[in-house]
């Protein structure tokens, strides 16, 4: 008999919380709804806040009160293990954005039996993606095998028509690296004091013409085809990617711009090392 009352109020219990988290939820819901109507909400989940719930719309996570009443938008961190609450689940989502880019839409630089694996967004004209790419031997060297996805930012006039002049090249490796070397920048037309001059000492009117610094030559033969950029485009963003480089680990953490060699192979191994404990729960 008394197995099956406390059976019966621990089920009632459990009843109650469970209406109680619905409660929750839809009031979570319901006050995000009241800031942005339109919002499409990806998940909800209790926080580690107390009292608080993790709302994940688009590429940005929100805390919303149980009760719907206050907002925290921006990071929160727990401070004895010093990370973003928030990034967990932002996380997860990139995660889910990176699983969806195959290996034959990578450009893969890697060494051999890779400690490591980082996908990274990339622009040719990008600076720092340049300054990133001069040093993939170093990554390399630690053992840092490197994903490219190919992401021209459209502030870069003409970064998406090398984009896809690298990716429909014979050899994407080799093509790309001459491009990040800047062998592919426009070169200036010949200023006005430099001209060709006719043997009565003026400028030649036929090189005048096609000068006066404004006209550039292209460095390089642009080249079409099918390609994932587009669709590579769309996954950046979706993951928040509004700049290059944008650095990704295998479990969707952000590690930021560019990194250098050291510093990034120092932030995997501590990625490493937090995975571990929880590993071994």
Not at 191 to 200: E, F, G, I
Request: glycine share 6%; proline share 6%.
């Amino acid at each position: 008999m008394f197995k099956r009352c406390f059976s019966a109020i621990l089920l009632a219990v459990v009843s109650m919380q469970a209406v109680a988290a619905d409660d929750s939820e839809k009031n979570v819901r319901e006050a995000f709804k009241k800031i942005s109507p339109n919002a499409k909400i990806t998940e909800v989940k209790k926080s580690e806040v107390p009292g608080f719930y993790q709302v994940l719309v688009d590429a940005s996570v929100y805390f919303i009160s149980g009760d719907g009443k206050y907002l925290i938008r921006g990071n929160v961190f727990d401070i004895d293990t010093r990370q973003d609450i928030g990034d967990k689940q932002l996380s997860a989502m990139r995660k889910i954005a990176l699983a969806k880019i195959s290996k034959d839409k990578e450009l893969v630089f890697a060494p051999e039996n890779p400690k490591y694996t980082v996908t990274v967004f990339t622009d040719v004209d990008c600076p720092y993606c340049r300054q990133f790419h001069k040093q993939i031997a170093e990554y390399n060297k630690l053992g840092i095998a490197v994903k490219y996805v190919l992401f021209p930012l459209p502030m870069h006039k003409g970064a998406d028509k090398k984009a896809e002049t690298v990716w429909c090249s014979a050899d994407r490796n080799t093509t790309y690296t001459s491009a990040m070397n800047g062998q592919w920048d426009a070169k200036p037309a010949a200023k006005a004091d430099n001209l060709k001059v006719t043997a009565q000492g003026k400028p030649d009117a036929s090189v005048v013409a096609t000068d006066p610094a404004k006209t550039e030559t292209p460095a390089y033969t642009p080249l079409t085809c099918a390609n994932p950029i587009a669709e590579l485009d769309e996954i950046g963003k979706a993951m928040g990617v509004d700049g290059t480089p944008a650095i990704f680990g295998p479990q969707g953490e952000h590690l930021g711009g560019y990194v250098s060699p050291e510093q990034l192979a120092q932030r995997l191994d501590q990625i490493a090392q937090r995975a571990q404990p929880d590993a071994a729960k």
